[in-house]
């Protein structure tokens, strides 16, 4: 078989990533007077200064 640059190759069942790890629903307030996007690409804290996320529950 012979792919194309940037092809990628799938399988036919779903990639399941961290199975075993817990997850946790943070909220989040904001006290900017903009809007924002949070991801877990970075830190709150360099997203924006004025979030406040429930410490006691990011651990």
């Known amino acids: ?3 194309r640059p940037g092809e990628y190759l799938l399988r036919d069942e779903p990639v399941v990533c ?3 790890l817990d997850t946790r629903t ?3 307030v904001n006290r900017d007077d903009r ?3 949070a991801n ?3 830190r709150f804290a360099e997203i924006n200064p ?3 996320p429930d ?3 990011a651990g």
């Open 50 to 52: 004025q979030l406040e």
């Open 40 to 42: 877990s690409h970075y």
């Open 1 to 3: 078989m012979t792919t």
């Open 35 to 37: 809007s924002m996007q």
């Open 26 to 28: 943070l909220n989040l």
């Open 18 to 20: 961290n199975e075993e």
């Open 55 to 57: 410490r006691v529950v």
